[in-house]
């Protein structure tokens, strides 16, 4: 199957990697955009854009119909979905298939399964890969099923992902409303409101697996990455190798990765995400069945293009490599640019990006979905774009993003810029000393501090500057909402 | 000249007269000295006056990008950024101790209500559950005290601003 022209699903930061590595390879790149991502980076970055819809994402990104005429519009050929929005959507990438588009991703079964985190988990048993203990939940026998586990146990949602419909419980008196909310958001973000519980591990790492697998029957893993940085159960901070990885223990942990992908007849980039204790157990938590936002530090250590082989095996090509051929050089860390206020409970922030400023340099990769001048829409998840670096060590990679970090300037949105220079700079962090609770344990309070006096000196000297006068900024146009938000929301 | 600066709940005053090629400058009263070493370009995006300044602070060179927009100044120096605030607010000390008046931070959906009027609440306690930005987001209370207004309603939409809940404290000591 010959493709040529690639429809992009999906907006943002991954959108624009996705269109540069369609032109890497010599074939087209279609953008699509909904009402308020109109002229947005990710439609710069490809031959063409089409529009799809209003704003909220229900009927736009996640909006099928509209898509599918997209990419016949286009003369689309295939559909890469990127991660979130349909991604992990089997019925999508069916509907794709039966629109005799190829699907860039593993197959719809295996999206299926692995979407289907009941599923998921026996499949993986079967495989003799070690799981959560945990259970299966309706209403009725909740309570007594998280008796049996022992408090705390997580309620999750069965068709989950990026932390939605994912809610602590410390006490059955909390169990109630966990359940409520978690239902809620895993319906409102999936579909599809069915929960289950797991014990809550203590103290764990999240350690993940990159798989890549072609039609030909070759599995390889390009080693691990560790995500421990978390909130919200979403990951904040990425790095590879694992700083707690003995050489046995990676042996073990790459090897159930790839029983798991296995288990699935897995193709395509995939990740097999897992728990780690400090007893060096590990145990089977999810497999994402897409490009992971994470992937450029695999991409770092074993300079394989992860993208690029996701568009080579959909295009039926084989691998062309085997596990042996698989060489991790150096350490890579990223850190995600969130649109949210550390300060404020990582509350989301959007609004216009008035300035901003990209740091460059040796071993340094920005991956950005935004630019100045542009907006950063309420209706979307607030990832702005992601930094990363490459040192030869662990060290000098940590120190090289925080240089990288300190270059960066976005004046807008609040960002939590100033709160990743932080992490990287804790005495723990440095140590490797990390687990999912690292964030609640140790930035619980957070506050920006910083050169307030030279902050104020500058402000003060620039309001002592005429402003540029209003007429030169193009005809007025009427106040966005964001224009007439309350002061606080601004900057951070 | 004399500007008042305010950021989060403090106010900052920065004092300037010009002195040789530079300023003799004042934070809050403590002396600095800052030149300007070159004079980036102002140009405008999505409203805002932006320029890149070029300082040196009590000897120390450093990079300021500031954008100004109506009566706020933000600020991006080594990798933070101080959002100001000038003008009339700047002057005031609101906001310090927190508020009885819980409105909404950005527009989102109200995916529950969790008091009533009448109802009496204390600090942190959860008010509103709203979605924003795809997340789940509990409002808690401020300030302690009694219930005396709730405009959210379950499943509503509401905009930047909305009045949510109006808590009237309790008396100190009481």
Known sequence: MSVKTVLIANRGEIAVRIARACHERGLAAVAVYSAVDRGAPHTLAADGAVAIGPAPAAESYLNVEALLAAARSAGADAVHPGYGFLAESAAFARAVERAGLTWIGP????VATMGDKLAARATVARAGVPLVPGAGVTADDAAPAARRLGYPVLVKAVAGGGGKGMRTVASEAELPGALAAARREAEAAFADGRVYLEK???RPRHVEVQVLGDRHGTLVHLGERECSIQRRHQKVVEETPCPALTPELRAELTAAGLAAARAVGYTSAGTVEFLLDADGRFYFLEMNTRVQVEHPITEWVTGIDIVAAQLRIAAGEALGFTQDDVRA????????LYAEDPAAGFFPSAGPILALREP?????????????GGTVPVEYDPLLGKISAWGPERASAIARLGNALRDTAVLGPATNLAFLQDVLEHPAFRRGETHTGFLAEHFATWQPGGDEATAALAA????????????????AATPTPWETLGAWRLGG | METRLRLGSRTLTVGLVAEGDGWAATVDGAAHRVARLAAGPCTSAAGATVEDLWLEVDGRPC???VARIRDRVLVALAGRVYAFETGEEARGTHGAAGSGTVSAPMPGKVVSVLVAIGDTVEVGQPLVVLEAMKMETTLAAEVAGRVTAV????AGTVAAGDLLVEITPAAAGS
């Open chain 2, 151 to 154: 405009r959210a309603v379950a």
């Open chain 2, 63 to 65: 990079r300021a990008l």
């Open chain 1, 329 to 336: 050089a150096g350490h890579a860390i990223e850190a995600r």
């Open chain 1, 107 to 110: 197959s719809p079964d295996a």
């Open chain 1, 200 to 202: 809550l591990l203590v």
């Open chain 1, 360 to 372: 460059q340099g040796p071993g340094i990769r920005v991956d950005s979905g935004i630019a100045a």
């Open chain 1, 460 to 475: 003060a000297l620039a309001l002592a500057r005429p402003a540029v006068p209003a007429d030169a900024r193009g005809p």
